[in-house]
């Protein structure tokens, strides 16, 4: 097969046959590896605790970092924000002036029963997402989760 050859589709995404190698212990997971973790976390694995946990879309996450007031508020009501025990959120160290062009995943979570994010980066605390994270977290507790603590 050729490493452009479609692999699987699966809802809304698509792996390839180049993105294998990214599962492997050791390798780092591209886009397209999160968007296939969302959507199997999502509809298969987690998909019996309803409306207690949320998991963030890849692509609206650029919107929690970097949308304006407007953004957030139409992000938040439709996702229910509020309303969820806890809300996984992939984070991306893309550049306002250059979407789409991150080098680096991670993840934050809050736990609302603790009010409190979490963040797990593979490349520990000198990782490229600390910026992105604290910036998502600043624009939450703004808008949504007043007091969280990080």
Not at 11 to 37: K, M, P, R
Not at 89 to 94: G, H
Request: hydrophobic share 40%.
């Amino acid at each position: 097969m050729a490493a452009s050859t479609i692999y699987l589709c699966f809802h809304d995404s698509t792996l390839y046959q180049s993105d294998l190698v990214t599962f492997a212990e050791g390798n780092w997971l591209n886009d397209h590896s999160i968007l296939f973790a969302y959507e199997y976390f999502l509809r298969v694995e987690f998909k019996d605790c309803g409306d207690d946990v949320l998991f963030v879309h890849p692509a609206n996450t650029l919107i929690l970092q970097y949308g304006d007031d407007e953004d957030f508020t139409n992000l938040s009501e439709g996702l229910r924000f509020e309303s969820r025990k806890v809300v996984f959120i992939p984070v991306n160290n893309s550049l306002n002036d250059q979407l789409n062009k991150g080098t680096h995943w991670s993840l934050l979570v809050y736990v609302k029963s603790a009010n409190k994010f979490l963040h797990f980066d593979s490349m520990g605390a000198a990782s490229m997402n600390q910026q992105a994270a604290a910036s998502i977290v600043q624009n939450l507790r703004t808008h949504v989760y007043p007091g969280a603590t990080y």
